[in-house]
C-alpha cells in the first residue's frame, strides 16, 4: 500500500518541480551560459542533483541547451 501511495504523490511534488524549473529557466535567461554552479545557489530547498535533474528534463523537452561535459557543463535558453 505504501507504494501506491509514493507513485500517486500529493499533488505538491508537480507543482514545486514546475517552480523549480521555472527557476532555472528564469536564471538561465539572465545569465546565459551558465554552469550548475552558478545555478544551485539560486534554487532554494533541493539538492545540486535535484537540479541536474531538472537540467536534464529541460534538456530532453527541448527548452534548454547544454554544451560540454561534466564540470564544464554550461546551459542556455534554446
Known sequence: MSSIKKEQGNGNGSKRKDMRKMTILNF?????N???KDIVPNIVGCS???VQRELLELINEGKIL????RRWS???IK
Do not use: D, P
Open 28 to 32: 538561465i535567461k539572465g545569465h546565459n
Open 34 to 36: 551558465t554552469s550548475i
Open 48 to 50: 545540486e542533483k535535484t
Open 66 to 69: 547544454k554544451t560540454g561535459e
Open 74 to 76: 554550461r546551459y542556455s
